[in-house]
């Protein structure tokens, strides 16, 4: 499996975490660890960033853990850049992940936003990976403006719905310069699998992973899922076809006369 | 407004309906894919009791999927018993004759202190009605002294103007509670004779004025005995509804505070038993995925217990409900009873045994900056 590269940064595992919704902090560690993941996302409203003995980052203190803290909660570019500012003071990265979603039933990005405030945090000098809607122009807007990856959903988050975005998400595929993370609603290994073998670069999992009823089993079965897609991506996948091929072909008498 | 759309309902005819619903209702009801508020109404209704396991599986299965296995917990200061409203029910009514007092800045942070010794970053400030001692300056001037403190501060006091709330959300007010008590309009009259909150509207039309100052989360809901609970709740629903479409950038959670016995209050009119409230949680999130729904210490702790598995993502604990209840004056007038008298500790311990985590932060102070 080709290993993957962001702003430089090489990652092994294409699987990339999140950290909320799980029974107990030692749980998500062992989940995480499990998982093989090299980039996990923690809410900055749910840590304090300036307690090393936070309950959560405590137990992110891996050395293959890479932390992608994002800016959930916020609901302007202004809010976003101030808490990454904060972020990257407090947590000792310049990556972050841009989630700027004002409604809160559907935790849907709002895209005039998160333009607005990527521009502004690639401009500081941040390492920006923007959560947007499976919106191709959008997409490559971000791109233009410096982030470095981009991070298209595939359904509502925790949903757990699977690609509903697919066609969309196709096209942004076949058009990025930049990696495509699919973010939201994978909600099985099966989506993830998916998700790589369309040519996605990785694929971010959080609730499907925290709320299963095993959540180390289920990290692993992620884990499996990605890597199987992945390989399967790369090693060329067969055509599909719409019908069976005829034995008496149409054109055959073309070689006859 | 929504004074508009509460005009075109008719409370009779509300409970006429919910009353006549049918189990083909109810089975449409939990059938659905998305619910309507007759749908909600269905699922409150007598028709859907011999459903409440099936409710509650449903329930269980959509707060797991958007909450996790994660219960959010916070804790009530209360700052001041003055109140020049007569409530009916409540410990701090005008007529009341107890000592009042209002905490000092100074009172103020020893509370804070004791707070945050049980591990709390998620504060609910309670206040009764009283211009001169609890009014907008005071808050402005509190705010700034408790924003260091908390990552999350919540307020249940009198309802303010527009401007009011624009004037602290900076100061970092990030939630209102406001209770509409009963929706039925000569009843709340009758429970509020005397004073600011005896005017109906300008109650009922506060959510929309938090709205338009552009508050991230409001709490709404009913006193549970003051009426009909299923009519009371469709209404809370209808008026939920109306916000969640005219202010979608804001957060809702809604309460279940039954009526609980203080000194010389009168009894409930209507008594709602522990079965009924299960249904009226379990409702709540067949009708709404993502609303917060959250649970007191007026609860017994047996039933809290129960209740973390149910469809609850709020739970108060080792709470006090007087003024200084923590350190600076255990035995003022208390609001209420509390039944549920474990700490902090032991709520987060209970939460662990049964696979949940304590969530104690959820929000930055950053953001409101």
Redesign the interface.
Known sequence: MQPLVIAGKTFHSRLFTGTGKFSAATLMEAALLESGSELVTVALKRVDMYDKGDDILSHLHHPQFNLLPNTSGVRTAKEAVYAAQLAREALETNWVKLEIHPDPRYLLPDPVETLAAAEELVKLGFIVLPYVHADPVLCKRLEDVGTAAVMPLGAPIGSNKGLKTYDFLEIIIAQSNVPVIIDAGIGAPSHAAQAMEMGADAVLVNTAIAVAADPIGMARAFKQAVIAGRQAFESGLATTHRQAQASSPLTAFLDEL | MFTNIFSQYDWDQVKAAIYSKTTTDVERALAAHRRTLDDFAALISPAAAPYLEQMAHISQQLT???????MQLYIPMYLSNECQNICTYCGFSLHNKIARRTLSAAEILQETEAIKAMGFEHILLVTGEAQQYVGLDYFKKILPILQPHF?NISMEVQPMEEEDYKALIPLGLHAVLVYQETYHQADYKLHHPKGKKSNFNYRLETPDRLGKAGIHKMGLGVLIGLEDWRTDSFFTALHLDYL?RTY????YSISFPRLRPFSGGLPPKVEMNNRELVQLICAYRLFSQ?IELSISTREEERFRNHLVKLGVTAMSAGSKTNPGGYVVDRQSLEQFEISDERSAGEIAAML?QQ???A?W????K??S?
Do not use: C, H, I
Request: proline share 0%; glycine share 8%; charged share 30%.
């Open positions: 797991l999927q958007r909450f996790g296995n994660t990552s969640q979608w950038k804001t957060r993502e662990q696979g949940y985590e969530v932060k959820d929000w930055d950053s953001f900056q």
